[in-house]
């Protein structure tokens, strides 16, 4: 058998790991195909999709380009860059593609409704950017909260002027029964958590005394009937209990405005037991694509967004863990000079959103590979650091490790760098798709992270993306 024909059987042992959701094993068999014929541009089609399934855009814009080199009518590889370049907002990029994919199939109904639906949001990010204003007000101007009144037939907790353990059980039972909680009380917890979250440093840093505990959970994702399941197996959070929440609550899963509010309950309720961490998706832009702004409408209202999102800007973006685990959403930094010092001098009031470059946009973005070094993105956004980066940040820092989520991993954790970098991911069977473990990271006393695997759970039939109204990312 020729490198020819043996691609063509690894091409399809590809495929078939593709079709049974087996993302890392289908590029390793396309990558296995492409080393032995570089020429077939189906070949990169494939492995690119597979990486907009591991939301690895920049691979596949790259994969994707490559494809079109090989064959420039190669309507397939215009399809998935214009994909991969709406995934990371790069609207205008995905625009000239679509229209491509039209041109070359003007009977593709399909393709006709995302170039229409893509020339909207650019339309949009335009009108945006024309009304935007630097120094815009407040959301929380003018809330007149207290005069606000609970309807007679509001048939849940009532809430006063403090969070209380017995609203949280009765806000659980509610969002498992697929009932909200009022307007006012809403508003309640997001101003309420704004404000504590807004005094507390950007590095938050913090011990686990003698007799406590803290788990560390990475991405949830609107997942939370999954949230619920970490709760069962590992215990709620009390005084002595602490949970740090490591960013991404929101977007992709369609209950994120239950699992915000019910994070943000326990913050209220135990300021100093429970903490979070901010994320790439507790960002504007993220929210308008990928969910969580059309669920606030949806159930409750555009002013509920705006109010989350002016809270989510004030967030914290680490938490230092007994001076020994630098946790923070996405990772390291471009400069080595960078320390932790730098992070606590770093004022996020001042920068609502990540931005394009910068400490945040780093702290939200970055991802861990496995040389040594710094690379481009695999997403297309942020960058990536390599083992000696981590090992140097660890030593000069005095730091044991680094504990970051961000990433789907298989197993729901994975110890990477020599045991310095920690990723874990707490949204199992992420978007009902990818067959991965969802974990968390349990810390005691002794500073030993004891790691917990854990399956999803079934759930409504409310499919992921619901609330991405009208969004291309919903319609893909």
Same mark, same amino acid.
């Not at 509610?174 to 307007?183: D, E, M, S, V, Y």
């Not at 929440?245 to 994120?256: A, C, L, T």
């Given at each position: ?24 094993? #289908? &590029?390793?068999?396309? $990558? +296995? /195909? %492409?080393? *032995? ?6 070949? @990169?089609?494939? !492995? =690119? ?10 691979? #596949? &814009?790259?994969?994707? $380009? +490559? /494809? %079109?080199? *090989? ?6 590889? @215009?399809?998935? !860059? =214009? ?10 990029? #995905? ?8 041109? *070359? ?10 170039? =229409? ?360």
């Amino acid at each position: 058998m020729g490198a020819k024909e043996e691609s063509v059987d690894l091409k399809a042992q590809g495929n078939k790991y593709f079709a049974s959701h087996e993302w890392l094993n #289908a &590029i390793d068999y396309y $990558t +296995k /195909a %492409i080393d *032995l014929y570089d020429q077939d541009p189906l070949y @990169y089609c494939n !492995r =690119a999709q597979a990486n907009i399934k591991l939301e690895q855009y920049g691979y #596949a &814009i790259a994969d994707a $380009t +490559k /494809a %079109i080199k *090989l064959d420039s009518k190669c309507v397939k590889a @215009y399809y998935r !860059r =214009a994909c991969a370049n709406t995934a990371i907002l790069q609207s205008r990029e #995905a625009l000239k593609d679509f229209k491509t994919v039209v041109r *070359l199939e003007p009977r593709n109904q399909d393709a006709k409704l995302k170039l =229409a639906e893509c020339e909207k949001i650019v339309k949009k990010i335009e009108f945006m950017r024309a009304i935007e204003v630097d120094d815009e007000p407040s959301a929380f101007e003018g809330l007149d909260i207290d005069s606000m009144a609970v309807d007679k037939n509001y048939d849940g907790a009532e809430l006063g002027k403090e969070m209380t353990q017995e609203f949280i059980d009765d806000m659980i039972t509610r969002f498992k029964n697929g009932k909200k909680l009022h307007r006012k009380y809403v508003y309640q917890i997001i101003a309420a958590v704004r404000k504590i979250v807004y005094d507390e440093p950007t590095m938050v840093e913090m011990e686990v005394p003698e007799g406590h505990k803290l788990t560390v959970c990475g991405d949830t994702h609107g997942q939370y009937f999954d949230l619920m399941e970490i709760f069962r197996l590992n215990g709620f959070p009390t005084e002595s209990h602490y949970y740090l929440f490591n960013g991404d609550f929101v977007d992709r899963g369609s209950w994120s405005t239950e699992i915000a509010l019910l994070l943000y309950a326990y913050k209220w309720l135990r300021p100093n037991a429970f903490f979070l961490n901010r994320g790439n998706h507790e960002t504007d832009d993220m929210n308008r694509v990928y969910g969580f702004e059309g669920e606030c409408k949806a159930k409750y209202s555009e002013k509920v967004f705006k109010l989350f999102s002016e809270s989510f800007s004030a967030l914290p973006l680490a938490t230092l863990i007994g001076k020994k685990y630098f946790t923070l959403h996405g990772g390291l930094f471009s400069d080595d000079k960078t320390t932790l010092d730098d992070v606590r001098k770093l004022n996020r009031h001042q920068q609502r959103q990540p931005g394009q470059s910068g400490l945040m946009m780093e702290m939200l973005w970055t991802d861990p590979q496995t040389m040594p070094g710094r690379g481009p993105s695999k997403r297309g956004v942020g960058l990536q650091f390599g083992p000696d980066v981590t090992k140097r940040f660890c030593e000069s820092n005095g730091l044991e490790a680094v504990i970051r989520s961000h990433e789907v991993r298989m197993e729901g954790y994975e110890v990477e760098h020599g045991g310095r970098c920690i990723t874990v991911f707490s949204a199992p069977k992420y978007c009902d798709s990818t067959e991965n473990k969802g974990a968390y990271i349990n810390i005691g006393p002794d500073y030993q992270l004891n790691f917990h695997k854990f399956d999803a759970v079934p759930h409504p039939d409310i499919k992921p993306m619901a609330y991405a109204q009208n969004s291309l990312m919903s319609m893909m």
